[in-house]
T-cell receptor, first 113, second 114 residues
Framework: GEDVEQSLFLSVREGDSSVINCTYT??????LYWYKQEPGAGLQLLTY?????DMKQDQRLTVLLNKKDKHLSLRIADTQTGDSAIYFC?????????????FGTGTKLQVIP | KAGVTQTPRYLIKTRGQQVTLSCSPI?????VSWYQQTPGQGLQFLFE???????NKGNFPGRFSGRQFSNSRSEMNVSTLELGDSALYLC?????????????FGPGTRLTVT
């Protein structure tokens, strides 16, 4: 079955880059997502990548995928205090006839001014 | 385009009671998924409805049920509430077909069981 793991906490200084890591276990072709959750709010989809890609960049966000190690990372450049939130990675494999999304435990990002 | 709305936002219930939560998806979206979020268990998938049919279900007891109406609005019901049901309940809407499967989440309903 699918299992998605993340470290629980990351602290960075404002202006530095943040790197949030995630590992997944499904061996099928899969979509991988990054979501952001601010306090008291639902999840906001930030970006996604398909498992045949190595990298995807979207403004300050860079997603890197190491397929061999099943390791996914989200890099946030020039981290701001507004980036403080919980970040979830999620996996949606293509196998099976239905959409099944498994979320990681979430990484709490603290940005120090 | 209006986002996903959930009502009520906050709810306090007593053990043994039942509760109904509502979710209105983004216009044009036919899929609604429900998740339970707790500090201990994280985000856990409850079920997904597509075109009024449940097409996917997580590992929750039968006390948790749901339905979807012809306008894609969905409700979930929890009967015989237990203290452990205290959680943030999130719904997410999507087009429901094809990939990538982009889900858009509502703000959640915070349920407290006393």
């Amino acid at each position: 079955g699918e299992d998605v793991e993340q470290s629980l906490f990351l602290s960075v200084r404002e202006g530095d880059s943040s790197v949030i890591n995630c590992t997944y276990t499904d061996s099928s072709s899969t979509y991988l997502y990054w979501y952001k959750q601010e306090p008291g709010a639902g999840l906001q989809l930030l970006t996604y990548i398909f498992s045949n890609m190595d990298m995807k960049q979207d403004q300050r966000l860079t997603v890197l995928l190491n397929k061999k190690d099943k390791h996914l990372s989200l890099r946030i450049a020039d981290t701001q205090t507004g980036d403080s939130a919980i970040y979830f990675c999620a996996e949606n494999p293509l196998s099976g006839g239905y959409q099944k999304v498994t979320f990681g435990t979430g990484t709490k990002l603290q940005v120090i001014p | 385009k209006a986002g996903v709305t959930q009502t009520p936002r906050y709810l306090i219930k007593t053990r043994g009671q039942q509760v109904t939560l509502s979710c209105s998806p983004i216009s044009g979206h036919r899929s609604v998924s429900w998740y339970q979020q707790t500090p201990g268990q994280g985000l856990q998938f409850l079920f997904e409805y597509f075109s009024e049919t449940q097409r996917n279900k997580g590992n929750f007891p039968g006390r948790f049920s749901g339905r979807q109406f012809s306008n894609s609005r969905s409700e979930m019901n929890v009967s015989t509430l237990e203290l452990g049901d205290s959680a943030l309940y999130l719904c997410a809407s999507s087009l429901g077909s094809g990939r990538p499967y982009e889900q858009y989440f509502g703000p959640g309903t915070r349920l407290t069981v006393t």
